[in-house]
């Protein structure tokens, strides 16, 4: 006689489980995410059964040497930044995003791209019809790709369908969370579902060689939804960034097994689809007002990627008893950090104004380095003074006050001579082999070094 299945309460934000419903989850403290769950055994198509008898393994040493994994380029150059070289066969990739981002019309473009080269692509839709992907894909002028198309959402019947005929070489599922595996119980996208569906389609891909793209719906946070044991499944993680008001659209890897982390893909949106944009600083730097204060240009680095992108400050009396701050692309604590180093070591106070920040053309940044390119901003807003359009500006500030070194200084500085600039307004600590007439370079040791180049505060 089988046993009865066990039941579970599970989190279906954290993927932490408890033996009976609580209405606050013990692991990740949100309210009412916890669903019951009845654990039916191992997921459907892994291979494992409750008798299974371990075989043992051979083991080998560090010592042998073993060739780079194959890659087939998509024909997209911006991806294959981000994936390292190109998508390698039988890998698993995971892309997450807002709705509306465009990761679908990604993924068809790339499917696309695929069939034309004479290679197999699968494309399973969870959430579309086979009638709306059609229209999408005239949109883009995509219908006469050979694509292979369906609306499917059983597991079993993709496994199946991906089984039969001509082994592909790239299937696609828009998305994770819609796939349900009828030998468990739950709705679609449950911990449990998700976690099932994922293991089988990537058992899948290693064992025939297929190249798997799962879309994967993100949370209000920005997070992949889900348990964040699905990113440790996969072999590669992209985000798909950018504010839906602006063209362009940032792809950022956060995991990758076959190639560096935190690189950057950046398109632009257009009536035909997404279109790679092979220089982004000129596109991020091209609407530029000269006679307005309160702009700099930091020269940044995404992954191996320098990037010049415009920072700009407003800097306004504020009329309320607690001034308003507003940051759009970047840190709101490095900002707050930012503001109470200018009150302490250089005497510049804006607690009685509203300070308002934001990177232009929707880019969020991340890296440190953005302090000196940001505080360049506010001051030249506070006092109304012009920075001059040919200076660039990185460097991290201390609370100290100190300017402290930047990683790739030289590779920002080659950046923002090939783009015109004449001078560069770096840290005084930091290696570089750059040296040209062209860019001249300015080196800081104390922001208010700055604030006193910049000139009086009103």
């Not at 468990?184 to 579902?193: E, F, H, N």
């Amino acid at each position: 006689m089988a046993k009865p299945s066990k039941a579970a309460f599970v989190c279906q934000s954290c993927g932490a489980s408890a033996s009976r419903w609580v209405g606050k989850c013990p692991g990740c403290a949100e309210w009412n995410t916890l669903v019951e769950e009845t654990d039916a055994g191992p997921a459907p198509g892994s291979g494992i059964t409750r008798t299974t008898r371990g075989r043992v393994v051979q083991l080998e040493t560090l010592a042998a040497r073993g060739e780079a994994p194959p890659r087939i380029a998509t024909g997209m150059p911006e991806l294959d930044r981000v994936t390292g070289g190109g998508i390698v066969p039988g890998s698993a990739l995971l892309i997450g995003g807002e709705p509306g981002i465009g990761k679908s019309t990604l993924l068809l473009q790339l499917s696309a791209a695929f069939a034309k080269d004479g290679r197999r692509a699968v494309y399973f839709s969870g959430e579309e019809a086979v009638a709306q992907v059609r229209l999408r894909a005239e949109r883009l002028g995509l219908s006469q790709a050979p694509v292979a198309l369906a609306s499917e959402t059983n597991l079993a019947n993709i496994l199946a369908t991906l089984s039969e005929g001509k082994r592909a070489d790239l299937v696609v599922i828009d998305s994770i969370q819609t796939l349900w595996a009828d030998a468990l119980d739950g709705a679609p996208g449950t911990v449990s579902q998700v976690r099932a569906a994922t293991q089988s389609l990537i058992r899948y891909a290693k064992q025939s060689g297929s190249a798997l793209l799962l879309v994967g719906h993100v949370t209000k946070d920005g997070n992949i939804a889900g348990p964040k044991v699905i990113e440790h499944m996969v072999d590669t993680v992209l985000y798909f960034e950018g504010d839906r008001g602006h063209p362009f659209r940032i792809l950022r890897s956060v995991k990758n097994r076959f190639g560096a982390t935190d690189e950057i893909g950046v398109f632009e949106m257009v009536q035909s689809g997404l279109r790679e944009v092979a220089n982004p600083s000129e596109l991020f730097l091209g609407d530029r007002d000269a006679k307005a204060p309160g702009a700099a240009v930091f020269a940044g680095v995404e992954g191996t990627r320098p990037l010049l992108v415009e920072i700009q400050a407003l800097v306004a009396p504020s009329a309320l008893g607690t001034p308003r701050r507003a940051v759009v692309g970047w840190d709101s604590n490095r900002l707050s950090m930012l503001l109470a180093v200018l009150d302490a070591r250089c005497g510049v106070s804006l607690g009685n104004h509203d300070v308002y920040l934001n990177v232009a053309g929707g880019l969020k940044i991340t890296e440190p380095a953005a302090d000196l390119a940001a505080a360049a901003a506010l001051l030249s807003s506070l006092s109304g003074a012009v920075l001059p359009m040919d200076h660039v500006y990185f460097g991290e500030i201390s609370l100290s006050g100190a300017v402290r070194a930047a990683g790739h200084m030289t590779t920002r500085l080659k950046e923002a001579q090939k783009l015109g600039f004449a001078q560069a307004v770096v840290p005084a600590a930091g290696d570089m082999d750059f040296k040209t007439p062209k860019l001249a370079v300015r080196r800081l040791s104390h922001l208010k070094e700055l604030a006193e180049a910049i000139g009086p505060c009103q």
